[in-house]
Structure formats: structure tokens, C-alpha cells
């Protein structure tokens, strides 16, 4: 293993410790402090000596320099170069490569990284080798960093961002990337009404009741312009989340072979796949998508800016592999182009329980998703010097390992009656014995928690969080007589309507702690029953506002995901399962699934969208501040217990890994701590 930080330095870099000052310092200020012109803190300095030219991409593989090179490269690249099957890498490098500084130690070239990916799972892809956007998250999660886009500048506020491309950055197959591919993305794929016909939700702004789009300029080949009529102020942090990498996603020579305007032949190219029409052929080709089976692990033409590049299609074979970019623009220290390790390998495996078996054979480089289950590190741990690897930490993203909500907005007004009574919901609560769950089901791991921030976030509230969670059976029985709901004849509590109170606890797959959860609440005079369907047929009952209560994974805990994702805090996405209706009122009130909600709800609402249009740090904290107070009066939903840190599986071979990683979808683990930069040890 590396020289990594240690769990106390990562969680002390994680957690701030003031207010406005501390959200500055982790709500990736949009713009460098002192001069927003600039371009932010270099790495270590690149060689001095400027590299040669770079060819245009109708420019064939040339005969190699004369002259030692500036830049180091990969043996199996320079053999090519030698071959004179691709150019020197001092031409395939950008004018400013980006120097990336490495965490432990400058590493060797060679070697295959290699993990287990299930069948249905392409987000193992994304979190490993497709992360590389205009810009990304810093190692701590506390800032946004240069990538891409080697500076950028705010103006009016937020209303306006002007991006510095990296001259001479070249797609995987040696074109030119310019600010002409995102132009091409804005006006030609975003525009298209065939494909979208508008801007993502996360780039458009609200004006007048009104969803407004950006307006996208490109002055010259290196400068990327968005302009808003009103400040977008968590423009950059959503950049630098998954999402944001649609704008690099595009090369706008190869996606104009797939559409109408400028492919005459498209139409026969279509019926010779075979389809029904171009929006398919686009759909399975070029377009962008994050999950499932996409352009990206279908088609291995479609040219990329990351490090490695597949080089088959995900379900051809048991088997996807990549390799390394030989035009990747980012270097170490002493001007060796990355990345470091040749080529990635992912098995692909039918459950999870293979993926263990793959790990205590040493068949698994560097990867926790589904490898890290708490009910498989006994035996992993007591196969590490076998498997010759060790363990490094995760630490989640989620504030708690099971939130459930009831649903405020119910369409049986009996049931919403119930369920919005607040003592009925400290009810339920208090007759949870959180710490028999953790005991028995999180192996001890954990404490009791509600659905707030975790004790390291800036937002941290330990009020919030453990309001309630007192095991005290007592305490619940009295509330719920206080409530008017006292026990039947037969020992069931009874609502408003006569009836014994009866509702159902619906997920998308089983949640240990739920069967005492529901022993619990019978005890105390509630029936709840547990439900568990497959996840497309749990999206549509609760997006149509048709079911009781759901158990759920509490995001929103750490790192910036308690300002993006305050799905349990507030009405703000689909997962805000306590009040799809009052959702759907937030962003259209005549929709007809819309309902007016109360006064507090409405609040928060206002102040979220007060919150999107400042780019100022400070005004940013106190507003969502101000939303987390009115979700701890409220107590919409309640959580089991704050998730314990999590592990991965790395062989003792690689270097620059780090012992402790976040575990989240919008700091994409392991290749947010720069995979580019890993590498494996000569045997």
C-alpha cells in the first residue's frame, strides 16, 4: 500500500469547523479568491521546454522526433511511436498538460488494473475510468478543481462563466478538442428537438416561473461561454458531478455521422442496423447516458477524453477491457504522460458472492462497489495475506443507512391525516431500538441517527440528528394516545376512520433492519408490512404518488451532497419520498399531481431557489442552513442509524491508492482520488 492519508487526517480535511468561512472552503468557490481571471494554483511545473506543435487530426502517424523528446510515455506507446503507427507524444500532448500531483510516489508504467463488474452494472465504469470533465472535485471533497478547463472566471454574480480550455487537448483518436465540441453539444444535440429540445435541469435557471436555458458561446477555439439572465450559483459544483460530464461527452466530427443534417445516408445506415429510426441509431452510437447499457460500453469507436478507452461492447463476453488513451493530457511531475497502468480488465460476473470469491483469489486490483459488504469482510479480511491485498476505507455519502418515509401527501386522506401527525411520526420513532439494529444487523457498526448531516459535515447538527432516536416504547404508546389513536380490542392502534392503522413499507430491494422495525412498531399497537419490488416498478408506484411509506438509503450526508441532493431535508427530487406531490407543486403548480403544500414546505422552497441563484459561499451556508432548521422542526421522515465506514479491496501491488476514499455517486470513487495517477509495482 501507499503513505495515504490516514482516517483522522481525512476526516479532519473533510469537517470544517466555522460557518461561512467553512462552507467557503468546501463549496468550491466558483472562481479563484483573489484574482478570478487567473488560472487556480498550478500543480508541480511541467519540463520547461514547450512541446512541439500539435498535428491537426487529418494528420497522420509521423516519423518519431529526432530530438529527445520533452515528455516521457508508456513503452507500449513509444513501440507505436517507433513503428510509426502514431505520433510522438510531445504532439500528442496539449500546450499545458495538466500536471497532476501524485499522492505518494512518482510510479512505473505497465500492469492491468483489474475488477468484477455484474452484468447490469455500468456504474463501475463510470466511477473508475470515465470520470473527466471540464472540472472535478479536489481529494477532499472541498473544492472544485481545473481539469479540461484550466481556469475559469464568475462574473455578475453567477450569471455568467467563462471557461479557459487546455490548448492542443486532443480525443482519443487524435482529433482536436476545442470549445467547437461543446458548442456543437449545446446547439446541435441539446437544441434538437428529436433529442432533447433543451438544456439539462441543472443548467437551466428560473425566471418568471419560467425553466431558462443557458446561452452558449464559443469566441474562440479555447474559450467556452454560459451566460444566464439570473445567477446559476451551484453551476460549477454540478459541473464537476457526474452530470457534467455530457458537455465533454461529444466530439462533434464523429456525432455528425448520426445526424440528419449532416449525414445524407443516414437513413439507409439506419435500416442496415436494422432499427426504426436515427434517434436509435444516435441512442445506441453516441449518445450520453451514466447507466445501463449506453453508446459508451456499446460502442468502442465513439471517441473519449479519459485515460483508458474501451475496446469491446459490455456483454460480448465475459470479459471488458480498455486501455490506455496514448493522447490522455495529463502528466506527472517529471513529464511522464499518464496514466500509468496499461489497461483496465473487468470481469464481467452474475452476483456479487463471485465478486468475493474473485477478491480471495487476488483476482481483484483496486474496487469496493459491491465488494465491500460488512457481511463479507470476516472472510475477506482472514484472506488478505493469501490474496495478497489489504483493505482500504470508504466513507459514504449518505447521512443514514435506512430512511423511512411516510407519505405526507397520501392520496387517502385517512392515511394522510396519520401520517402527517407529528407525534404519530416521533411515534414510530422512539419505538425503534436502533441500537439492537446496529448490534444485529450493522455488526455493531454505527450509531443511532436521524435523517440530518453527518457529525464531520459543515452542516453538522447533533440535535438533528438525535432527536428521537431514545429507544422509549413508553414514550411512544403516550404520543400516540395524545394523538387520539388508542388501541382496538384487539390490541391494534385505531385511526380517525375506525379502522386498525395498517399501511405498507415499500423499497427496491431487502432492508435488513425493516423486520424489527415492524416487530417494533407492533409492540407499541402499528402494523406495518414490508414490501420489496423490483426498482422500475418502485419509481412508478412512488413517482405516482401511490404508496404508503418507503425505506430508503438517506443521501445528503457529507461532502457537498447535503446542498445538491437534499432529497430527505426538503420536496427536491424524486427520492423526497415524504412529499411527491408537494414536489411536483415545486416545479409546476397546475401539474395535475400537484398539491399545495403547508407554509414551512413552501419556505424551504423559496429558499432553495434563493439558494441556487447566488454564487456567494457564504449566502449559500446560511440559506441551506436555514432549510435544514425547518426540516428538524417539521421531522418529515427517520432514520435508522449513520452508515460506518465502508471498505475496498486493493492489492498490496498498487501505489498512489489512498487508505481512506469517499463512498458516492457525485465524487465518483476510486477515480475521483485520480486513478490516472495509481499504479502497480514491478513483481
Not at 603 to 626: F, G
Amino acid at each position: 500500500m501507499s503513505k495515504p492519508l490516514s482516517r483522522r487526517q481525512f476526516l479532519r480535511l473533510s469537517a470544517t469547523a466555522g460557518a461561512a468561512g467553512l462552507f467557503a472552503a468546501c463549496a468550491a468557490p466558483p472562481a479563484p479568491a483573489v484574482d478570478p481571471t487567473a488560472t487556480p494554483a498550478p500543480a508541480p511545473a511541467a519540463p520547461t521546454t514547450a512541446p512541439t506543435a500539435a498535428p491537426t487530426a487529418a494528420a497522420a502517424a509521423t516519423t518519431p522526433a529526432t530530438t529527445a523528446s520533452v515528455y516521457k510515455e508508456a513503452p507500449m506507446l513509444a513501440r507505436l511511436v517507433e513503428a510509426g503507427s502514431l505520433p510522438p507524444v510531445d504532439q500528442r500532448l496539449p500546450k499545458n498538460p495538466l500536471v497532476v500531483e501524485v499522492l505518494d510516489q512518482i510510479g512505473v508504467y505497465g500492469g492491468e488494473w483489474t475488477m468484477g463488474m455484474e452484468e447490469d452494472d455500468n456504474v463501475t465504469l463510470l466511477k473508475s475510468i470515465l470520470y473527466d470533465g471540464l472540472v472535478r472535485w479536489n481529494l477532499d471533497w472541498t473544492a472544485v478543481e481545473p481539469n479540461l478547463a484550466e481556469s475559469w472566471k464568475v462574473e455578475n454574480g453567477g450569471a455568467k462563466y467563462t471557461f479557459k480550455l487546455r490548448e492542443g487537448v486532443k480525443w482519443s483518436d487524435g482529433t482536436p478538442f476545442t470549445s467547437a465540441d461543446i458548442l456543437f453539444w449545446a446547439e446541435k444535440i441539446r437544441l434538437n428537438d428529436e433529442l432533447h429540445g433543451d438544456f439539462p435541469g441543472w443548467m437551466q435557471v428560473i425566471v418568471d416561473g419560467e425553466d431558462v436555458d443557458p446561452v452558449v458561446t464559443a469566441p474562440d477555439p479555447t474559450t467556452v461561454i454560459f451566460e444566464w439572465p439570473v445567477p446559476n450559483g451551484l453551476f460549477l459544483q454540478r459541473l464537476a458531478i457526474p452530470n457534467g460530464l455530457e458537455l465533454t461527452h461529444y466530439q462533434a466530427e464523429y456525432a455528425k455521422r448520426f445526424l440528419p443534417e449532416f449525414n445524407p445516408n443516414l437513413d439507409a445506415e439506419v435500416a442496415a442496423a436494422g432499427l426504426s429510426s436515427w434517434v436509435e441509431l444516435w441512442e445506441a452510437k453516441v449518445a450520453f447516458d451514466l447507466s445501463g447499457i449506453t453508446a459508451r460500453n456499446q460502442n468502442p469507436e465513439l471517441p473519449t477524453l479519459t485515460a483508458w478507452v474501451l475496446k469491446n461492447r459490455l456483454g460480448e463476453s465475459q470479459v471488458l477491457n480498455a486501455e490506455r488513451n496514448p493522447y490522455y493530457w495529463k502528466v506527472d511531475a517529471e513529464g511522464q504522460q499518464l496514466p500509468y497502468i496499461d489497461s483496465v480488465r473487468y470481469s464481467i460476473v452474475s452476483d456479487r458472492e463471485v465478486l468475493v470469491l474473485s477478491a480471495l483469489n487476488g483476482e481483484i486490483g483496486l474496487q469496493d462497489r459491491r465488494v465491500g459488504d460488512f457481511s463479507s469482510k470476516p472472510v475477506l479480511a482472514d484472506g488478505r495475506e493469501k490474496g495478497g491485498y489489504d483493505f482500504y476505507e470508504t466513507i459514504s455519502s449518505n447521512m443514514n443507512t435506512d430512511v423511512i418515509s411516510l407519505n405526507l401527501t397520501h392520496k387517502d386522506p385517512v392515511k394522510r391525516e396519520i401520517f402527517n401527525n407529528r407525534l404519530f411520526r416521533q411515534a414510530l420513532s422512539v419505538a425503534i431500538n436502533r441500537q439492537e439494529i446496529i448490534d444485529l444487523v450493522y455488526v455493531s457498526q454505527g450509531q443511532p441517527w436521524q435523517a440530518a448531516p453527518v457529525p464531520t459535515s459543515v452542516f453538522a447538527d447533533e440535535e438533528m440528528g438525535t432527536q428521537f432516536t431514545q429507544y422509549d416504547p413508553a414514550q411512544a404508546e403516550a404520543w400516540l394516545d395524545e394523538a387520539g389513536y388508542t388501541r382496538g380490542a384487539d390490541g391494534r392502534r385505531v385511526g380517525p376512520d375506525g379502522n386498525p392503522i395498517e399501511f405498507v413499507i415499500l423499497a427496491d430491494r431487502d432492508r435488513d433492519p425493516m423486520p424489527q422495525v415492524i416487530a417494533n412498531w407492533e409492540a407499541i399497537g402499528i402494523t406495518a408490512i414490508f414490501s420489496s419490488v423490483e426498482r422500475t416498478l418502485f419509481r412508478e408506484r412512488v413517482n405516482a404518488n401511490d404508496h404508503d411509506a418507503t425505506a430508503w438509503s438517506g443521501n445528503g450526508g457529507s461532502g457537498f451532497d447535503t446542498v445538491l441532493l437534499p432529497s430527505f431535508y426538503m420536496p427536491f427530487d424524486q427520492e423526497s419520498h415524504f412529499g411527491i406531490a408537494w414536489r411536483i407543486w415545486a416545479n409546476d403548480p397546475e401539474d395535475e399531481g400537484a398539491e399545495e403544500p403547508p407554509a414551512p414546505v413552501q419556505e424551504q422552497i423559496a429558499l432553495y431557489k434563493q439558494l441556487r441563484t447566488t454564487a456567494d459561499e457564504a449566502e449559500q451556508a446560511e440559506l441551506m442552513r436555514q432549510i435544514l432548521a425547518i426540516a428538524k422542526e417539521q421531522f418529515y421522515v427517520f432514520g435508522i442509524a449513520l452508515p460506518a465506514p465502508g471498505f475496498g479491496i486493493v492489492k498490496n501491488s498498487y501505489g498512489n491508492v489512498p487508505r481512506t476514499m469517499f463512498d458516492a455517486y457525485n465524487w465518483p470513487n476510486p477515480a475521483a482520488a485520480k486513478a490516472e495517477q495509481f499504479f502497480i509495482r514491478e513483481a
